[in-house]
């Protein structure tokens, strides 16, 4: 137990939670939006509690298995160029490269793709064996990268799941004015997905050569730049907040309806 409180694992915790609400947030208003298009209040709060359900049970059985294959360690699968490749280098090779390139083309989307809210303008209603299908499998998609991320950042089985499951209750709680906070302040969005690039580079980096990124320290590095960085930002922000002419750059983001009416006014 005594690896838990150590200053890495803490830090390493703080930092996976407050990466899975920034990111995950688009997860939680695109099930809404599904969500809402149920016919009866009744239908919300049951389909509401079954994405809970099923979403921190899908994620902890994936998080299990993605901390088995991690372990996997020092059976060669694979040689390449003489350098033998295990099923836990291999995955955090595939797993970073995923990450990397799933960030680059979501700041891409965010910033010069379609509007998701063009998507989502139809009002018919939807069965509950629809909507459940349907957040069932937008919760899949975005889940997996939300998994190798938690693989990236931290080392253990119990901080990795404690910390998913913590960042989808506040998101479940809180998401209408997480996502208001967000949608205000877009900077801190794209730093988010700029730290899982990071994130991406030390897997592909461990996955390459394990022993060195630990001699190295690696992550200690990284940690250090999302620390500085997040810092430089809130001083942006707090700079910002006292501007009287403030311009906002709108993101390609899904917003609730009610989020839209409050930017509006």
């Known amino acids: 137990m005594e ?3 150590t200053s890495e694992s ?16 688009d997860n939680v208003i695109f099930v809404s939006i599904i969500i809402n298009r149920l016919k ?9 509690r079954v994405w809970m359900i099923t979403g921190m049970i899908s994620r902890a059985l994936l998080l299990m298995g993605l901390s088995w294959l991690l372990s996997q360690k020092g059976k060669a699968v694979i040689t390449v160029f003489n350098k033998g490749f295990d099923l836990a280098s291999l995955v955090m090779l595939a797993g970073g490269l995923f990450l990397i390139y799933k960030s ?5 989307e965010k910033l010069e793709g379609e509007d998701p809210n063009e998507l989502t303008k139809k009002k018919s209603h939807l069965s509950m064996t629809q909507a459940i299908g349907q957040i069932m499998l937008i919760d899949a998609v975005f889940s997996f990268d939300s998994i190798i991320t ?25 998401s209408p004015k997480i996502s208001g906070f967000i949608h205000k302040h877009p900077s801190l969005k794209m730093l988010a997905l700029s ?9 592909v980096i ?27 930002e809130v001083l942006n922000m707090i700079m910002h907040s006292r501007m009287k002419n403030k311009r906002v750059v709108r ?14 006014q």
Do not use: C
């Open 3 to 5: 690896h838990l409180f």
């Open 10 to 25: 803490i830090i390493s915790f703080f930092v996976l939670v407050v990466l899975e609400i920034v990111l995950g947030i």
């Open 150 to 174: 938690a693989g990236g950042t931290a080392k253990h089985l119990s901080i990795m799941i404690t910390a998913v499951v913590i960042a989808m209750v506040i998101m479940f709680l809180f």
């Open 206 to 232: 461990e996955g390459w050569d394990a022993e060195k990124a630990e001699s190295l320290h690696l992550k200690n590095y990284i940690y250090f730049g999302m620390a500085f960085s997040f810092s430089v």
């Open 195 to 203: 730290f899982l690039v990071m994130i991406g580079l030390s897997l």
């Open 104 to 108: 680059v083309m979501e700041i891409h």
């Open 40 to 48: 009866t209040e009744k239908e919300e709060l049951k389909a509401r």
């Open 251 to 264: 993101l390609n983001e899904p917003v609730l309806e009610e989020e839209q009416n409050s930017t509006h």
